[in-house]
T-cell receptor, first 108, second 112 residues
Framework: RKEVEQDPGPFNVPEGATVAFNCTYS??????FFWYRQDCRKEPKLLMS???SGNEDGRFTAQLNRASQYISLLIRDSKLSDSATYLC?????????FGAGTRLAVHP | ETGVTQSPTHLIKTRGQQVTLRCSSQ?????VSWYQQALGQGPQFIFQ???????GRGNFPPRFSGLQFPNYSSELNVNALELDDSALYLC???????????FGSGTRLTVV
């Protein structure tokens, strides 16, 4: 079983739509969780950390379910500029473990 | 603007050659890690250095080696290059995994 499972997409949504991504992890010892965003041929950039209580940053909401070992990212009111690959990331021992990424394409 | 800088940005090497990639970490960051990202995949952890000592390594063969210097800059060396080593190599620096890491813009290595 892969350490991180993530739906590769692509998710094609119109502007203004709400879209949700899920990501499961296999290592129950994971302590830190993140969503990174990666634009084409660019480096990953930290979008937000994910906390057990859930957290929100503007149009973005992240949730963690430790019992079922998954994290989620909800994007409301999608913008064209949200088009990117979203990587779920777990903090393992001395390293970050990345999913393969979910591609999001927002169209007019 | 990222505080982590990598050089070179692009590189073409021949199979069997050796390559050295460089990374200057963000000011104040004493941890640096290296990742390999193949096309269509997420970054894969190569190794991490903390205060000049390797303190974590992923599933990469010994021909992938590294160094961290007293100023916390770092090098990734790859010997006996193979075609499958063609990828984007990312350097990341940070305080600890609990706060996530900042990535450099990467070095795109092509092995022919």
């Amino acid at each position: 079983r892969k350490e991180v499972e993530q739906d590769p997409g692509p998710f094609n949504v119109p502007e203004g739509a709400t879209v949700a991504f899920n990501c499961t992890y296999s290592n129950s010892a994971s302590q830190s969780f993140f969503w990174y965003r990666q634009d084409c041929r660019k480096e990953p950039k930290l979008l937000m950390s994910v906390y057990s209580s859930g957290n929100e940053d503007g149009r973005f909401t992240a949730q963690l379910n430790r019992a079922s070992q998954y994290i989620s990212l909800l994007i409301r009111d999608s913008k064209l500029s949200d088009s990117a690959t979203y990587l779920c990331v777990f903090g393992g021992y001395n390293k970050l473990i990345f999913g393969a990424g979910t591609r999001l394409a927002v169209h007019p | 603007e990222t505080g982590v800088t990598q050089s070179p940005t692009h590189l073409i090497k021949t199979r069997g050659q050796q390559v050295t990639l460089r990374c200057s970490s963000q000011s104040g960051h004493n941890t640096v890690s290296w990742y390999q990202q193949a096309l269509g995949q997420g970054p894969q952890f190569i190794f991490q250095y903390y205060r000049e000592e390797e303190n974590g390594r992923g599933n990469f063969p010994p021909r992938f080696s590294g160094l961290q210097f007293p100023n916390y800059s770092s090098e990734l060396n790859v010997n006996a290059l193979e075609l499958d080593d063609s990828a984007l190599y990312l350097c990341a620096s940070g305080f600890d995994r609990a706060h996530g890491y900042t990535f450099g813009s990467g070095t795109r290595l092509t092995v022919v």
